[in-house]
């Protein structure tokens, strides 16, 4: 019989004798992560920001309100629909996944909060069966639809999906539309979807109810795309290049709206919510007086330089100085994220507005818009119609790029879309012309309830340059032309193109941005509180009329009296001409000694 002090000795050896347990290092820089705060709460490298996977119940936990989330549908389970047959047993595979994660499915869903908003969320788990989407899965996804459309609340998705579940069968395919057909009912009550694209998020559901959503994040680095990689490598015949088929290369072709580190999730979801679901309009307590505007008294010619002065504020830096929170979208969905149109989600005076602006750039010449920036203003004013908030556009454009390339991807097209979606969008719209608004490009967006303009702007057919080379031969008379073709702001104004003019300070808009911005910002919020004062259908009937009678026709009786005396002075001036040259001939001749003729 052992004593007790071999009982001890023992079990001191035993303590001795135990393996000590390997510390976490990062996978991608191999920092220690065993001190680190950043990855115990979010799972991410604090060196390198390196993106650990999130189980879906871990992804919940860290963007809801705490002890706010309540799993939906657990029950919804398909353990083998179509009897399949492999190496290893279908169902068995399924309810070791269950085992291991937790999950019944690899969809996750249930109601929660964030910061204190009624959200549905749904979260696609890649440790289960890789996030693969069967019946199961697609009747959960379907149903939080469904509930978020019933509760009038958003959805929020999370993918890290490997697309559809092949051994599900073609009912795996139909998951597809299964889901998007709940997915559009809710987007038809205006009802905000966001996802979020984690690693890897691929297949059915990346060109599904993924590119659907209204607004597109991503984490950084994630793999993101239709193709899984070995697929296109396989396609491709080498490796892709670095960087290809991730987040950040979607983000720079306008695929996704944003690339957002784990941490800053939860309060770009927050803040982006109280935009697209903004209860609150702007309202004046007493009526609206005008301030007292400042023209400028240079020639039409000063003023078109100054409207495109290298140092004149863009789109970008007025909207930068006008709105403390601006959410850009990206790209049109096609592959092309134009840098000449910037648009976005801001918040003006407590208000939430779309925000479409011309960004010309501070390099004289730039700031042409191809038909990638006007798809993207039109995704931007369709998004305006469907949450309900107000458009301002900021028109600043030499026009729109005459190449071959963007003749050939329906440039024509674009412009004509996006001028007909501003002139029938449901909500209140302003436009300001802050620079050089030339032809269709910049009519596109500025066809508005109230169109402003900056005082030393101009709103042209042409450039005064290239008319006169088209008149005269040559632009050494482009000061003339620019006083005829009628294009200052103090000349639209009479014209009753625009409403009002917005003074700019010191000697230019260019000479204090700050100031510019906060002068823009009064007259926007000015012209907004005026239109939403009125109800849509008198609203939509005004801008009706504004653009079907714009511009000075005469009827029958008073055209037909107009055109004949046109042609009496024409006739007039023509026999004065002819007299007139004949006296001139006739001096020249006495000049020159001859002794001409005198008709009788």
Not at 5 to 25: H, K
Not at 176 to 203: E, N, Q
Not at 519 to 530: C, G, K, Q, S, Y
Request: hydrophobic share 40%; aromatic share 6%; with cysteine.
């Amino acid at each position: 019989m052992k004593t007790i002090r071999e009982i001890l000795r023992r079990s001191e050896t035993m303590e001795e004798e135990e393996p000590v347990p390997e510390r976490e290092v990062c996978l991608s820089c191999g920092a220690d992560l065993q001190e680190s705060r950043m990855y115990e709460r979010y799972r991410v490298c604090h060196s390198c920001g390196f993106h650990f996977h999130l189980s879906a119940r871990e992804r919940v936990a860290s963007m809801l309100d705490p002890a706010t989330f309540k799993e939906a549908d657990r029950g919804v389970t398909s353990l083998d629909p179509v009897s399949f047959r492999g190496k290893q047993s279908y169902r068995a595979r399924v309810i070791n996944a269950q085992r291991r994660t937790g999950l019944t499915e690899s969809a996750l869903t249930g109601t929660g909060a964030i910061f204190g908003r009624d959200v549905v969320v749904a979260v696609l788990d890649f440790s289960f069966l890789g996030g693969s989407i069967g019946v199961a899965a697609g009747e959960r996804l379907a149903r939080a639809f469904e509930k978020a459309t019933a509760r009038r609340n958003p959805l929020i998705s999370v993918c890290s999906t490997s697309g559809t579940r092949m051994q599900e069968g073609i009912l795996a395919l139909m998951q597809v539309p299964r889901v998007m057909a709940a997915a559009l009912r809710h987007g038809k009550l205006g009802l905000p979807h966001i996802t979020i694209l984690t690693d890897p998020t691929t297949g059915s559901a990346y060109s599904g109810f993924v590119n659907l959503a209204d607004y597109v994040m991503a984490e950084p680095n994630a793999l993101v795309g239709y193709a899984a990689l070995r697929v296109l490598q396989e396609q491709e015949g080498a490796d892709l290049p670095v960087g290809s088929h991730t987040s950040e290369s979607h983000l720079a072709r306008g695929l996704v709206d944003a690339v957002v580190p784990r941490a800053q999730i939860r309060d770009s979801l927050a803040l982006l919510l109280d935009l697209l679901m903004s209860d609150f309009r702007l309202s004046a307590p007493h009526k609206l007086t005008e301030g007292r505007a400042i023209h400028s008294h240079l020639g039409a010619l000063q003023q078109f330089e100054l409207s495109r002065h290298r140092q004149r504020p863009t789109a970008s830096d007025l909207i930068g100085r006008m709105t403390p929170t601006f959410f850009a979208i990206r790209g049109d969905r096609n592959g092309t994220d134009e840098k000449s149109i910037v648009a976005g989600f801001a918040s003006l005076a407590g208000e939430a507005v779309v925000i479409v602006g011309q960004e010309r750039g501070h390099a004289n010449g730039d700031g042409w818009i191809r038909a990638g920036g006007f798809r993207k203003a039109t995704r931007a004013m369709r998004l305006a119609g469907k949450f309900g908030v107000p458009l301002v556009t900021l028109v600043d454009t030499p026009g729109a790029h005459p190449d071959l390339e963007s003749e050939q991807t329906g440039l024509g097209h674009a412009i004509a879309e996006c001028l007909a979606t501003m002139l029938d969008l449901p909500v209140a719209t302003v436009a300001v012309i802050t620079g050089e608004g030339n032809s269709e490009a910049a009519v596109a967006m500025a066809v508005a309830d109230r169109v402003l303009m900056l005082d030393n702007a101009v709103y042209e057919v042409i450039r005064p340059e290239d008319a006169a080379r088209l008149l005269y031969g040559g632009p050494e008379r482009a000061g003339e032309v620019a006083e005829r073709l009628r294009m200052t702001s103090h000349d639209c104004l009479r014209m009753k193109i625009v409403d009002h003019t917005v003074s700019e300070p010191g000697e230019g808009a260019h000479t204090d941005h700050q100031e510019a911005a906060l002068l823009l910002r009064r007259a926007i919020l000015r012209e907004l509180t005026r239109v939403q004062a009125m109800r849509p259908k008198k609203r939509l009937e005004r801008r009706y009329q504004r653009y079907r009678h714009i511009g000075s026709t005469h009827s029958w009786l008073r055209g037909s009296a107009e055109r004949r005396l046109a042609h009496l002075y024409d006739r007039i001036g023509g026999a004065w001409d002819r007299i007139r040259g004949r006296g001139l001939e006739f001096r020249r001749r006495l000049e020159q000694g001859d002794t001409p003729e005198i008709p009788v």
